[in-house]
């Protein structure tokens, strides 16, 4: 009962797909003296739910109940390498104390919800041959890039799949920041034997995120340094994140850099046109939402590099669907595309139609003409498409800049969009008109 009293309470506040996701599939295994224990599938869920949820639903079970305390375990047995610990925390067995939680994993973050692109090929290669104990790509991998475009998701995926396919490897996820924190705490409380050991003598496979953030840190850049060095040399595998390139990496010790540079160096780029609409196509199945191929046009068309926006307009449109009882269209997606990247209110529609003039030679008078000669309707349809894309203007608002109706430009639109994902020259040519426009 209490349980349920607090679901309700916790469902307005936090997003209805959160909820469904994180919440709905916790279970009340007790509830007396003041404690309410929760049942979550399994410990990844737990630990997810931990981070994000944990602090809210403590204080929406003491607003409703008698309640000191919150617990939360998995139901699934853990694999024979990791036992779970008080409040679902995440330990190798042997490690007792001074041993920070494993990094939470995101249970979508497999090879399986990966989109694959010449962006993130190699990446992606050498995370699976990682993964799976393969050394075609050598046993360390230092991958970068710029915010959202999937370092953690590649390195919770071999992870999630050395967990599934080798349980008993001795792994250990962690942020450099955590690594840090858990070396200062040795060093305080005098249990530096016991850290070297767990990653040293306790580790088959060492996955450390952000190293850019150890800048300057030279006690812990030398600890990870001759761990990192007795590690590779002895075969165990290493995988390294940053938000920055090797050369980049300022107040980072030479010898410390060169070590963790000493295997595959790889940068994940941003995604191309092709590997933006394989993601946003897959995300918007993954919500339910079907992938009209319009729909994916324009998206992977206005959003691009990080795919976090990606999944912020996808979030936005399933939300406005919801409320609106309507599978999303064109407009819809755009207003919530805009709401991401702002819309321009100094691109006109006549500015538009100048700059195409311009551009292919065209008179306005013969873009706004009858005459179906290619020469003429190719740049038409490209500027009723930049028009729909940069401006708020209505189908039959932009139809009228060219005496047009409305189907009209739906057509152009529709066969823009389609060009541009077959055919490379088009979809050159509206990149270099949009960054025209925008200037
Ligand atoms: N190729 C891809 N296919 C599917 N989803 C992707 C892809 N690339 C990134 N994502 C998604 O984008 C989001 C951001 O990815 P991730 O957290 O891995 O980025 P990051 O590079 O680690 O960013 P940061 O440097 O900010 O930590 C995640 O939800 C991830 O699932």
Redesign the pocket.
Known sequence: MLWNAIKTSLHGAIPESEFGLWIKPLECRRHDDGVLELVGPDRFFCAWVEDRYLGLIRTKAAELGEITDVRLQAAATPPLRFESGKGGQLKLPGVTSAGPRLRSL?P??TFE?????ES?LLARSACQALATGDATFGNCLFMN??????????TQAVVHQVLRSAPSTRLHYLTAQQFSAEMVKGIRTNAMEQFSKKYINDCDMLLVE?VHTLTGKTKTQEELNTILDYLIKSGRRVIL?S?LPPTKLAGIDDDFRSRMTSGLVTG?ES?DYE?RAR?IR??LQMHGLGADEDLVGFMAESLQGD??RM?SAIIGIKAKSCLLGAPPDLGMVREVVYGLIGSRADITGEAIRELIGRQFRVSIEDLCSRSRKRSITFPRQLAMYLTRKYTTKSLADIGSLYNRDHSTVLYAIKTITKDMSQQTTVRQQVELLSAKLKN
Not at 113 to 117: A, D, H
Not at 145 to 154: D, E, I, N, R, V
């Open positions: 995101h979508a973050f919800q990966f989109m694959v692109g993130n890039s710029t915010t959202g475009l999937g370092k953690s998701h590649l952000d994140t938000a994940i995604p590997t993601i897959h995300k795919v976090r999944e």
